[in-house]
């Protein structure tokens, strides 16, 4: 029994022998190359290597950074620029003529004025002058703000004419008032704002004044008067002390098509003057005019600074023009004033406003009798075409009625 168990095993080992001898002496054959895979879309693009040729871009539109997704977060909000807003162009005025505006305001004149015209007509109207009459019109001129030494002379001549003339008629009474006012107030000086210098341009005139009397406000109104009579104009904004009178300057050029030098706020006065009137040689115009400081904290001060405006400006050439800014309504206490600048800087003429909201007219009188200088220009409303070339004859007229 064992022996054939023992035969069994000995012939699966010898048929196990063979198989493997012929499963090895056949050739063997190579696999099938597996089916090729869908790209992964997702992956990133390999890294190029030295040598390759780079890919020919593919013609698609280019996406901006708005439009794609950036990891992370939402995409980046495109912000909307405000919209320009363009400045208002500037109409440019053209101011009325000057001439004989004084005429036309006179009205405006006469209603503040005729309290003194008539008053005088009134008292020497009255059948006896006697010393309580003539001591009422010297009273009445000096209320007036005459002053003391004019209303003695006016007074002196007028009782000699009507002692001379006997009968006083109305008529003659106003032509006789109206004659000796004139006088007083003088037509033989030159009145004219001196722009035009013979050898040279630009004209520079320079505006000086306190604070208060409507110096700036009249050196603008005073472009106006020069572009009316058809000159060109160049403002120099030198009152950098005041935060609010450059643009108020400039304002006042824009509306005639001036141009306004100016500099920063609490620089130096002189500089800006300076560049003003460099300005406005380089632009060939007619006329520089300057607006300066106007504070009267201390003498001393005031002396420093308008006299380094001075010297500073007649670095480029003289000064033509140095214009007194005075408020009529002020009296005798503008008389004050006018002392100091007059110690300062050479006045050459006086502008006085308000002129339409006083009844002291007199002060025409006496401040050029106090400075000895002329009355140029007259302020008689607020209106931009209401400083007027000051005429004797005029004023009287307003002074003393029809």
Not at 168 to 190: A, F, N, S
Request: net charge negative; charged share 30%; aromatic share 2%.
């Amino acid at each position: 029994m064992e022996t054939i168990i023992l035969a069994v095993v000995i012939a699966v080992v010898v048929l196990g022998a063979l198989g493997g001898l012929i499963v090895g002496s056949r050739r063997r054959k190579p696999l099938p190359p597996p089916p090729p895979e869908a790209p992964d879309i997702t992956a990133p693009p390999a890294e190029p290597h030295v040598g390759d040729e780079a890919e020919t871009p593919r013609d698609e539109p280019r996406r901006t950074i708005e439009e794609v997704d950036l990891p992370g977060g939402p995409a980046p909000v495109a912000v909307e620029e405000p919209p320009v807003v363009e400045a208002p162009e500037i109409e440019i005025e053209i101011p009325e003529p000057t001439a004989g505006r004084l005429v036309r305001l006179r009205t405006r004149l006469s209603r503040s004025q005729n309290a003194l015209g008539k008053g005088l007509l009134t008292l020497l109207s009255r059948e006896h002058l006697d010393e309580d009459t003539w001591e009422e019109i010297e009273d009445t001129l000096l209320t007036a703000d005459v002053g003391v030494q004019p209303t003695q002379e006016l007074v002196e001549r007028l009782r000699e004419r009507v002692r001379v003339l006997g009968t006083r008629t109305p008529e003659e009474l106003r032509g006789l008032l109206r004659e000796e006012l004139v006088k007083l107030i003088g037509t033989d000086v030159d009145r004219t704002v001196r722009t035009e210098p013979e050898d040279r341009k630009p004209g520079i005139v320079m505006v000086v004044g306190v604070n208060g009397t409507g110096k700036t406000t009249t050196t603008g109104k005073l472009a106006r008067v020069l572009v009316a009579d058809g000159r060109s104009v160049v403002l120099g904004a030198a009152d950098t002390f005041r935060a609010a009178a450059a643009d108020q300057l400039q304002t006042w050029g824009e509306r005639v098509g001036a141009y306004t030098v100016r500099g920063p706020e609490a620089g130096d006065p002189a500089s800006v003057a300076f560049d003003a009137v460099k300005e406005g040689k380089e632009m060939g115009v007619d006329v520089v005019l300057i607006d300066t400081a106007g504070r009267l904290h201390t003498k001393t001060g005031l002396m420093d600074e308008l006299g380094k405006v001075k010297r500073v400006v007649e670095k480029h050439a003289p000064l033509d023009e140095v214009l007194l800014v005075l408020d009529a309504t002020t009296g005798q206490n503008g008389l004050v004033q006018a002392r100091v600048f007059a110690e300062v800087v050479d006045i050459t003429g006086i502008v006085l406003t308000k002129l339409d909201g006083t009844a002291k007219g007199g002060i025409v009188i006496a401040v050029q009798r106090e400075l000895g200088v002329p009355v140029k220009l007259v302020g008689l409303g607020e209106g931009a075409d209401d400083l007027a070339p000051f005429e004797p004859e005029a004023f009287v007229d307003a002074l003393i009625g029809e």
